[in-house]
């Protein structure tokens, strides 16, 4: 008979093992790989089993192997049927998968996706945030794991990835990807007002400002060029000389009959007229 000791898996060393129930020993084990033989083993105690160490590279090679038995010769040659056992494929590799984008937004639902690549049922996955392992949902089926998270915060920003492995022993990591949640959208709005209005009220104090240095500007100007005002203190004098000339008066006289005189230059007070006749009496 042919049969395998443990676990087959692909491209890892595994045991075959040929065993006869009857016959004399020595008895002399062939490992057949298709029309080859692979190597030969003689087992010199009855019942014991020849191990043959192979390797196989895929899933339908295990079919190649058969195994030859002799004690008396080439007639005395038994041959087994083909070697059948399950072959377990490692998996290949892991991606995960960002089903609504790296970038989301406060409130909305993520989904990631943990997909593997080859490899034999049942395949066991795992998520990290951060290098921290966490339990995903139960969302399994077969090849991908599902972990959704219904409503984000920003503390479900991060950088994730997952890996899986099943009976191989190998276990497969994805690349790491970054998940950024945004404000939400009626945040980025009330935001976005509220810089607007603050550009309006910074306009509304630049206008204010310039209108209110104008107006003081105006004010320097007109005062600059306005006439001084006379002092309180100064007076204005009239001075009446005595070059002062008194015009005609016109008189009336007795009768009704119009007089008129002359009247003469006044003299200041002192003064005599020195004029006269310069003859001697």
Not at 195 to 203: G, K
């Amino acid at each position: 008979t042919i049969a395998v000791s443990g676990n087959v898996i692909l491209n890892k060393p595994f045991s075959v093992v040929c065993r006869s129930d009857r016959g004399s020993v020595p008895i002399s084990y062939t490992l057949m790989r298709g029309s080859e033989a692979f190597k030969t083993l003689a087992v010199w105690t009855a019942l014991e089993p020849a191990h043959f160490t192979v390797t196989i590279k895929t899933k339908e090679e295990i079919r190649d192997f058969t195994c030859e038995a002799q004690n008396r010769g080439p007639s005395s040659v038994r041959t087994s049927a083909a070697l059948n056992a399950s072959v377990i494929e490692p998996v290949s590799s892991a991606e995960l998968q960002l089903i609504t984008g790296p970038d989301v937004a406060e409130g909305q639902s993520l989904t990631l996706q943990c997909q593997a690549v080859g490899g034999t049922l049942p395949i066991e996955f795992h998520f990290y945030k951060g290098g921290q392992e966490f339990q995903p949902d139960p969302d399994k089926s077969g090849r991908h794991w599902s972990h959704i998270i219904k409503a984000v915060t920003r503390e479900d920003s991060g950088t994730y990835y997952c890996d899986a492995t099943n009976r191989a022993g190998e276990t497969r990591s994805s690349a790491k990807l970054t998940v950024n949640v945004t404000l939400a959208l009626w945040k980025l709005a009330l935001i976005g007002l509220f810089c607007v209005l603050l550009l309006l009220a910074i306009a509304a104090f630049c206008v204010i400002w310039h209108k209110s240095r104008a107006a003081k500007k105006d004010t320097a100007a007109e005062l600059s060029v306005k006439p001084s005002s006379p002092k309180s203190d100064d007076s204005l004098t009239v001075s009446l000389t005595n070059e002062t000339e008194v015009y005609n008066k016109v008189a009336v006289g007795p009768g009704g009959g119009a007089r008129v005189s002359q009247c003469e230059s006044q003299s200041p007070p002192g003064s005599e007229d020195i004029s006269g006749d310069d003859t001697p009496s």
